[in-house]
Every structure is written in C-alpha cells, then in structure tokens.
C-alpha cells in the first residue's frame, strides 16, 4: 500500500504561484510514475504532469505536461525527503480546482500513462483557489 498526502495548497491572487508537496511512504517501491491530477467543480479529473520515478541515463526523467501547464509548472523529486512536488507558476483563475497527487505502479518503459484511471494510489487532495 502507497499512503499519499498532498499539502501547499492556498488562495492566491492571479499571476501568483504555489508549490504543493506529495509526501510519499509505505510500499514506495512498486511505484513506477507518479502524477498531479485537477478537478474543478463539474469538470472531468485531467492530468496536469506526470513524471517518471526512476533514473534515464543517470539522471530523473523529465515531466510530461498538459498543454495548459507547459511552461507555467514543474513537476519534480525530492528524494531524500520523499515527496514529489508541483510548482505552480502565472496562475489564473482557470487553475481553480482540487489538486491530487497520484501514484501508478505501471509504466510503458519510462512513458507514464496519462489517463487518471490508470493510477492506483491517490491523496485526499488539496484546493487551489486563484482570484482575478
């Protein structure tokens, strides 16, 4: 069993950033990707970045980024505190939602899925609130 908790979130006006944190522990190592998911109210759960849990070439994977998030967030590792961390950047109002941290115990070589239902391990969320 995977045990995620997301912290970091906040209110913040726009153009503002936040930094949200996933504190990762338990069966750490059937991990293979790990991922921040979004839901606004009445919205379908989207992907905003999944990374790799592994090394490429002695050194981690980059992101892989929804369009949305391309240049505005950073998706990373910090292993000696166990956590994966969301850097949140040039926020706007379109940014409001729950943020979920997620884990995937498959991958497709270093390729993480992209589809939320392919996650097996999920936090209880943390809120993002952007004001124009």
């Known amino acids: 069993q995977v045990r995620l908790v997301e912290s970091g979130g906040g209110s913040v006006q726009a153009g503002g950033s936040l930094n949200l944190s996933c504190a990762v522990s338990?069966?750490?190592?059937?991990?293979?990707?790990m991922g921040w998911f979004r839901q606004a109210p009445e919205k379908e759960r989207e992907a905003v970045a999944t990374?790799?849990?592994?090394?490429?070439?002695?050194?981690?994977?980059?992101?892989r980024y929804a369009d949305s998030a391309k240049g505005r967030v950073i998706i990373s590792h910090d292993k000696v505190k166990n956590t994966v961390n969301l850097q949140l950047n040039s926020l706007n109002p379109e940014d409001t939602a729950t943020y979920y941290c997620?884990?995937?115990?498959?991958?497709?070589?270093?390729?993480?899925?992209?589809?939320?239902?392919?996650?097996?391990?999920w936090g209880q969320g943390t809120q993002v609130t952007v004001s124009s």
């Open positions: 338990g069966s750490a190592g059937s991990v293979k990707c």
């Open positions: 997620a884990a995937a115990s498959i991958s497709h070589g270093s390729i993480c899925p992209w589809s939320w239902t392919l996650f097996d391990y």
């Open positions: 990374i790799y849990d592994g090394f490429i070439g002695g050194r981690y994977a980059d992101g």
